[in-house]
């Protein structure tokens, strides 16, 4: 899974970000990522990523 993500976060830009950037600009729009910071992702990755319910 932690893999997976790595994955799908490091390709974003190559089809998603860029279908948001061309829908936006299309019908006169910004689109805001502030999930995208690269802190907020360095912090999310260095996450466990097993869950343990208590």
Known sequence: ??????????S???VNLQR???MTMR???EARVPF???EVI???QAA???FYPT
């Open 27 to 29: 019908h006169g729009l």
């Open 1 to 10: 899974m932690h893999r997976e993500l790595r994955r799908s976060v490091g």
């Open 42 to 44: 360095d912090v999310a």
């Open 48 to 50: 466990p990523s097993t």
């Open 20 to 22: 948001v950037d061309r």
């Open 36 to 38: 995208l910071d690269t």
């Open 12 to 14: 974003l830009h190559d």
